[in-house]
């Protein structure tokens, strides 16, 4: 039934209709223990619960959002042969092909606590991010540098929130690209001018509530004939 399916994948959450926090499913077939049956998993709308089980919740204000998961049932493949060795009842007869249930899950929105407590843990966190924490990566026989922003040769170690935060970092200028929390530093060519007025941007999310914090005025140095 749907009832005992929820039992098996529902995690922290309590009730189908107050879905919070993700559930335990996977679209590549889970097998349960006690009942050695294969269940793959699928979701009407991936981008509220994926077929791996994370759950991205509605807005603060917004409305809850009905998920239909679909699950497809089958007898474990080495159920037989558990059963030869006494490690299972021997099954009555094979189950349907393609047998399916469906789970209707209710997402529910952000409350007004919950982005009250995100906000203040995510101001908590820019405010810790500074120009001192950034470093320079790759210096040769350096062990990562404090890096100077007004005189950027190397790439650059980008400073990252605390445990629980989701941290994205931005750039608006092609001399230094992204990759996480590095920086790839493209520098101009010798006898071309240094690349300034660059900013690199970091936003901090947490229960549906983000805040971003920029540092301004950072220059790519160009290389010189010496190097």
Not at 25 to 33: A, E, F, H, L, P
Not at 74 to 86: C, L, P
């Amino acid at each position: 039934s749907a009832e005992f399916l929820f039992a098996l994948i529902k995690e922290d959450n309590t009730t189908m209709d107050n879905i919070t926090g993700g559930v335990k499913i996977t679209s590549g077939g889970t097998q349960t223990d006690n009942y050695c049956v294969d269940i793959k998993w699928s979701s009407s709308n991936t981008n509220v619960i994926a077929n791996y089980g994370s759950v991205t919740r509605p807005a603060y204000g917004e409305d809850p959002l009905e998920v239909t998961l679909t699950a497809t049932l089958s007898w474990y493949s080495g159920y037989d042969t558990m059963a030869q060795y006494g490690m299972a009842e021997p099954t009555v007869g094979a189950m349907p092909a393609n047998r399916t249930v469906e789970l209707t899950l209710t997402v529910q929105p952000y409350t007004e606590q919950e982005i009250a407590a995100a906000k203040a843990g995510v101001e908590a966190e820019l405010a810790k991010i500074t120009a001192e924490m950034f470093k320079e990566s790759g210096a040769s026989g350096k062990d990562d540098p404090a890096a100077d922003l007004s005189n950027v040769t190397y790439d650059l170690q980008l400073p990252s929130s605390g445990y629980g935060y989701s941290d994205t970092w931005s750039s608006n200028n092609e001399a230094i690209t992204i990759n996480y929390l590095r920086g790839k530093v493209n520098r101009p060519g010798i006898g071309e001018n240094d690349v300034t007025g660059i900013s690199l941007t970091i936003t901090i999310t947490k229960d549906g509530y983000s805040a971003s914090k920029t540092f301004d005025n950072i220059t790519v140095k160009a290389v010189t004939q010496e190097e």
